[in-house]
């Protein structure tokens, strides 16, 4: 099997993009890159396990990846939520 090269990879998806009328100019290799870590960073992976997807060595370049969205908080105050109703639930319960 042949190394995936990423120039190569990205030279082809600016001819596909371009044999398509109206589309704006195609993307690089690294926002597919971006894109797909950001999708991953949204589903809750760890800054260590986008590190071991990325490849990078320090955390810094990881976070990168990590924006705040509105629907992550959201996902975070809801598991808050859930884990507070859990423990009051458990020490109300009579042992």
Same mark, same amino acid.
């Given at each position: 099997?042949?190394?995936?090269h +990423?120039?190569?990879? %990205?030279?082809?998806? $600016?001819?596909?993009? /371009?044999?398509?009328?109206?589309?704006? @100019?195609g993307?690089?290799?690294?926002?597919?890159?971006?894109?797909?870590?950001?999708? +991953?960073?949204?589903? %809750?992976?760890s800054? $260590?396990?986008?590190m /071991?997807r990325?490849?990078?060595a320090? @955390?810094?370049?990881?976070?990168i990846?990590?924006?705040?969205?509105?629907?992550?908080?959201?996902?975070?105050?809801?598991?808050?939520?859930a884990?507070?109703?859990?423990?009051?639930?458990s020490?109300a319960?009579?042992?």
């Amino acid at each position: 099997m042949r190394p995936f090269h +990423a120039e190569a990879f %990205g030279r082809q998806c $600016r001819k596909a993009v /371009a044999s398509v009328d109206g589309l704006p @100019p195609g993307p690089v290799f690294h926002d597919l890159r971006h894109t797909g870590d950001t999708l +991953a960073a949204d589903t %809750g992976a760890s800054t $260590r396990e986008l590190m /071991a997807r990325i490849g990078h060595a320090s @955390p810094r370049a990881a976070l990168i990846y990590q924006h705040a969205s509105a629907e992550r908080d959201r996902a975070i105050v809801e598991a808050l939520a859930a884990q507070i109703s859990r423990r009051t639930a458990s020490s109300a319960s009579p042992s």
